[in-house]
């Protein structure tokens, strides 16, 4: 399963005229980083980068007037994508931008079954919040000292920790990639990953030793007709 954890910067919040001048995205593969990666500064043509926009993420008119217009990477941005799922906090924003971007280059909008909203999901695991990026951080103790100002592909790596440890953390990913990678018919063992319990196919062989089991009988003799043990069937 392919997703990408992406986050964009923009002139200012109406996307009907403002822009979008940064996006940055990170690509996970059954819940795991790859190391693959995009980010693009964009020139927003005659939208200058309102001061409030300016303040949150630092990027000034100067410093996109050398970059290229959304139109000239529209093409890379949909190729990176691909028919991956599309992940963003607060993700309305940003696929409101997206959106507005494509429609004005008369390019298809990319639908909501294909968007997955990390702030809707932590308003429902967490609905006493806060839970904003930072406070997610904070929650889930990653590291966002470094995060002075927002940055697309920064948010980005910061969104990806923090989704992962929503669905369960490094371990419950690792399970649900390790099982991904296996052979065809595996599809109940994936189910029961999902929903949380692993169920093995066929028991471990038991490691008690011959000693031990005789031992243990040995024991149970002792504690008579009413001892606890003698409820169940140890033959299985």
Known sequence: MREIIFDTETTGLDNRVDRIVEIGGIELFNHFPTGNTIHIYINPGDQKVHPDALAVHGITDE???????FADVAQQIIDFF??????AHNATFDMGFINAELARLDLPSILPDRVLD?????????????????ALC??????NTHRTKHGALLDSELLADVYIEMIGG????????????NSAGQESLVEEIII????RPRPLAPRLSEAEQQAHDALIAKLGAKGVWGKYDLAN
């Not at 691909?82 to 992940?87: L, M, T």
């Not at 990390?118 to 930072?134: E, F, I, Q, V, Y």
């Not at 904070?138 to 590291?143: A, L, S, V």
């Not at 949380?196 to 169920?199: A, F, H, I, R």
């Open 63 to 69: 410093f996109l007037k050398d970059k290229p217009s």
């Open 82 to 87: 691909g028919d991956a799922k599309w992940i």
């Open 118 to 134: 990390t702030l809707s999901m932590a308003r429902r695991k967490h609905p006493m919040g806060p839970n904003s990026l930072d």
């Open 138 to 143: 904070r929650r889930y103790g990653i590291d």
């Open 170 to 181: 490094r371990q419950a990913a690792l399970g649900l990639g390790t099982v991904a990678s």
């Open 196 to 199: 949380g319990t692993l169920v």
